[in-house]
């Protein structure tokens, strides 16, 4: 007599619910995702708290990865579909194709090589050898500071760095409103940029190529943007509205320092967009250096403090005449913010 297989327990209705339970922890991770990406989205004037949010945007690519490895394991397709495009969306924002690129100069033409760097030394505090260390090590020839003060100025002399940067056009103040020039070439007073909180002088740096003999004048601009928050979220706008009318003068401009934004806002990205209404950049985007080199996710805030993930709020900005290359940044003792060291060829004449 036969008897009949036993019945095997029904496993399907299992695997369901955790299929959709791993999808439910995919979209619960997204969500914030979306709501981040949408700010990031829409170039408005956003309130305080989002623009503080915003700041921190290269980091949601994690999130957004958690996200989709969990949609996988969940195998709903709209789930996985929608969790991807996220991903896709942060990884376009990390590693932009429209961050605006350098002109193609003719190759017979003359320009002059030239080593920059620039440090917020918070209030005076960054350690001065470690400054004048950066310096001779980097071959650097040209050095802002922000937030430069009197006790700093005298350190850094003690140091040597009037040795290796002769020339200097100073202004130091106690109270982060200071700032620096030290330059191994000769520099000219060009001007303040009018009413922001913060100085930000205009200096012409007169260039020589020692072999070449080619000569070309910078204007450079020591940017040190008034923080977005509480209420002088409007002042950080209007800073950053007068460094874009700066570049869009004529000539070859770097405008570094202390922006106080990352490419994640959208206040930066229309100053680098000013250039294309320039006649000075040639109808071309202001060049980020950093973003341009890759340098997204090689933070210049905070190198002490609070445990926040690191950003971007350094920035060395060109018109796109100028190239750029051999980005870094540098930790310096003392400082919350960390220096910015790039290489520039800049166009005779």
């Known amino acids: 007599m036969d008897h009949p297989a036993p019945a095997l327990p029904a ?9 959709v339970a791993w999808s439910v922890l995919a979209l619960l991770v997204a969500l914030p995702v979306a709501g981040i990406s949408l700010f990031r989205a829409v170039p408005a004037e956003w309130p305080l708290v989002v623009v503080q949010i915003l700041s921190f945007t290269p980091w949601v690519v994690l999130p957004a990865a958690l996200a989709l490895l969990l949609a996988l394991v969940g195998r709903r397709l709209w789930v996985v579909i929608s969790t991807a495009v996220l991903l896709a969306v942060q990884l ?6 429209d961050a605006g690129t350098a002109e193609a100069l003719p190759a017979e033409a003359a320009t002059v090589p030239l080593k920059v760097m620039s440090l917020n030394s918070e209030y005076g505090e960054a350690d001065a050898a470690s400054i004048v260390r950066l310096v ?19 350190q850094l002399r003690s140091e040597g760095l009037e040795k290796l940067l002769p020339n200097l056009v100073s202004e130091p103040n106690d109270d982060a409103s200071g700032g620096a020039v030290y330059s191994a070439f000769p520099l ?14 205009v200096t012409r740096v007169l260039l020589t190529d020692s072999a070449s003999g080619a000569k070309s ?18 002042q950080w706008r209007s800073d950053l509205g007068k460094v ?41 985007k202001l060049v980020d250096v950093g973003t341009v080199s890759g340098g997204r996710f090689s933070p210049t805030w905070p190198m002490e403090g609070l445990p926040l993930p690191g950003i971007v709020i350094d920035h060395m900005v060109t018109t796109p005449r100028i190239s750029s ?20 060829v800049i166009p005779a004449g």
Do not use: K
Not at 136 to 154: A, C, K, M, S
Not at 249 to 259: A, F, I, S
């Open 11 to 19: 496993t399907r209705p299992v695997r369901r619910r955790a299929s």
């Open 92 to 97: 376009f924002w990390l590693f932009p194709l």
């Open 325 to 344: 290359g051999d980005y870094s940044v540098h930790q310096v003792p003392g400082s919350d913010h960390a220096a910015i060291v790039a290489s520039l």
């Open 136 to 154: 001779r090590d980097n071959g650097v020839q040209l050095l802002t500071l922000q937030e430069h003060t009197q006790r700093l100025e005298d």
């Open 188 to 201: 000219e007073a060009a001007g303040l940029l009018p009413d922001t909180p913060f100085r930000m002088d």
């Open 217 to 234: 004048t910078l204007h450079l601009t020591n940017v040190h943007a008034l923080p977005p928050v509480d209420d002088r979220i409007a």
């Open 244 to 284: 874009a009318r700066q570049a869009a003068r004529p000539g070859n401009h770097l405008l570094m320092g202390d922006y106080n934004s990352t490419y994640d806002h959208s206040e930066f990205r229309e100053l680098l967009d000013s250039g294309l209404s320039g006649t000075s950049t040639g109808g071309r």
